[in-house]
């Protein structure tokens, strides 16, 4: 079992251009936790937030419903059974982060509302999957070429207008779903990338701009979460062609567990180790081999 369970990820949030021209902090926040499974494979548990742009406290209040969901989701993933995947839980999930957010408005004296913020949030194992979603951004999940919105990002009735946690009404605006089979790649992406990430027209993801970025994450020679490429994404979000389509801060969360390709010293070991098992086994067994899926040939980040 692999202490990681395969997942390669990587995630940043930048600020936007004008947040730093006048000082002001990113408002944005994302985290990703492996979370330890008995008997199986780590899960894999992501988050963005992205603090409304009128909260005073709106990177505090990203922060908290993050780190508040990677800590609850964890936690009830430990417990958790066949029959818990069910949206009462992202009620219980989204109604501890709103209980955080209160209670640290109280010690500011502070009213909750300038702690708003969105939250994207997903639970993921081995063979199923959980999302939640408040307010714009976006979840989009995929196998290695096609990708999809799970939910399309929420909009009011005015320009720029969505929903957040703190709203008294958020149980009710709180999008949930499950899948019950394995999902090969995730990203999390708050409103800055949307304009970049999502086709309005057809509401469908914008596949030529995952592709390269999963393609180079596949490539990482080891599982977890690599550092170069940490920084290789960070750079890409503050990149200036970025820069000069979306004036916003910018979260995003990639991960992937799609098999990268064999180098030839490996493709030659498993032919080898192939070979041995046909011996072992005689001629009325069948022995099995593996699928290597070839990486796009796009460059990114």
């Known amino acids: ?17 004008a947040h730093r021209a006048s000082g002001t902090e ?57 029959e818990d995947w069910v949206r009462a839980t992202a009620e219980r999930l989204l109604h501890r982060i709103q209980t955080v957010l209160i209670q640290q408005a109280a010690e500011e004296n502070q009213p909750v509302r300038e702690f708003a913020c969105t939250l994207l949030g997903a639970i993921v194992t081995a063979d199923r999957a959980l999302f939640l979603h408040i307010g714009d951004g976006a979840i989009v999940i995929g ?3 096609d990708y999809r919105p799970v939910f399309w990002p929420q909009t009011g009735e005015y320009a720029n207008e969505t929903w957040f946690v703190t709203d008294p009404n958020a149980a009710a605006r709180l999008e949930f779903a499950t899948l019950a089979e394995p999902v090969a790649e995730i990203a999390l992406l708050t409103d800055g990338l949307q304009p970049l990430a999502l086709h309005y027209q057809n ?12 393609q180079r994450l596949r490539a990482a020679p080891e599982s977890g979460c690599p550092a170069d490429l940490m920084s290789a994404l ?21 991960a992937s567990r799609v098999i990268p390709p064999l180098t030839m010293a490996e493709t030659a070991a498993e032919i080898a180790e192939a070979d041995q098992s046909d011996a072992l086994a005689g001629p009325d067994s069948d022995s099995s081999g593996r699928v290597v899926q070839e990486g796009c040939r796009d460059e990114a980040v």
Not at 5 to 14: I, Q
Request: glycine share 8%; hydrophobic share 45%.
């Open 26 to 82: 990113c408002q944005d926040a994302g985290a990703v936790q492996l979370a330890p499974m008995a008997d199986a494979d780590p899960a894999l548990v992501l988050v963005a937030a992205d603090g409304a742009g009128s909260a005073t406290k709106a990177r505090i209040g990203a922060e908290l419903a993050c780190r508040t969901f990677l800590a609850e989701g964890a936690a009830w993933l430990s417990t958790a059974t066949a």
């Open 1 to 17: 079992m692999k202490p990681t369970g395969g997942w390669r990820y990587v995630y940043a949030s930048v600020s936007r251009a």
């Open 143 to 145: 196998n290695g070429d």
């Open 234 to 254: 960070e750079r890409f979000l503050d990149a200036p062609h970025l820069n000069q389509r979306t004036d916003d801060d910018k979260t995003l969360i990639l």
């Open 203 to 214: 509401r469908q993801a914008h596949a030529p701009f995952f592709r390269p970025l999963f």
